[in-house]
């Protein structure tokens, strides 16, 4: 099922409104969707290199305003509808756990979650589910996933399809890295 939804997304970057399709996969992408907006960038912008920066604008306002959503229903409907999606995704378990620290480190799941491959939409539920302040959230979300959409679209206008191989199967790796190194960063600042 999984798979015929990727190809199905896919195959959305050809179409004539394809720039509302990928708004529309990253706004629910960001509170219930299981793929990526990238899977409709990289076609997007390979097929028109000159619209890299609005497709990856579209990308970012889509995906905070769909946050937005994730957040929404974390703290207004959490017993309801964000359980049932997180324990869906298998994170159900950890739920109690995560609640207890979350709002220490706020910001850094936000921004881990808006630029790594983990699912971006567990982060937006549990920071309404927590009560993190929506400022905090909102300004979060924008600096991660502009971050993770502008790089893609820089990449790729740079570089054209020779980078997507890299872009696919490690760039998810080369930002994992850079939180851990900017989180261990912050923390040797602040305990050295």
Do not use: C
Not at 174 to 190: A, E, N, P, S, Y
Request: glycine share 10%.
């Amino acid at each position: 099922m999984l798979q015929r939804m990727y190809d199905r997304t896919m195959s959305l970057a050809d179409h004539p409104k394809a720039l509302w399709w990928l708004a529309f996969i990253a706004f629910i992408e960001s509170s219930v969707f299981p793929i990526p907006p990238d899977v409709l960038m990289i076609p997007m912008i390979l097929a028109r290199p000159s619209r890299a920066w609005l497709i990856a604008l579209v990308a970012l306002v889509a995906s905070v305003a769909g946050g937005i959503l994730g957040y929404a229903i974390g703290a207004f409907f959490y017993d309801s509808i964000g359980q049932p999606i997180l324990e869906a995704l298998g994170k159900g378990d950890a739920v109690a756990e995560f609640n207890t620290r979350f709002n220490d480190f706020g910001f850094w799941a936000v921004l881990g979650a808006g630029i790594t491959p983990f699912p971006y939409k567990v982060i937006t539920i549990m920071s309404g589910w927590t009560g993190m302040p929506l400022g905090t959230f909102i300004a979060t979300s924008i600096l991660a996933r502009a971050l993770r959409f502008f790089i893609v679209a820089g990449l790729l206008w740079g570089f054209g399809e020779p980078i997507r191989k890299f872009i696919e199967e490690r760039l998810g790796l080369v930002f994992t890295v850079f939180v851990v190194l900017l989180f261990g960063g912050f923390l040797l600042i602040r305990y050295l």
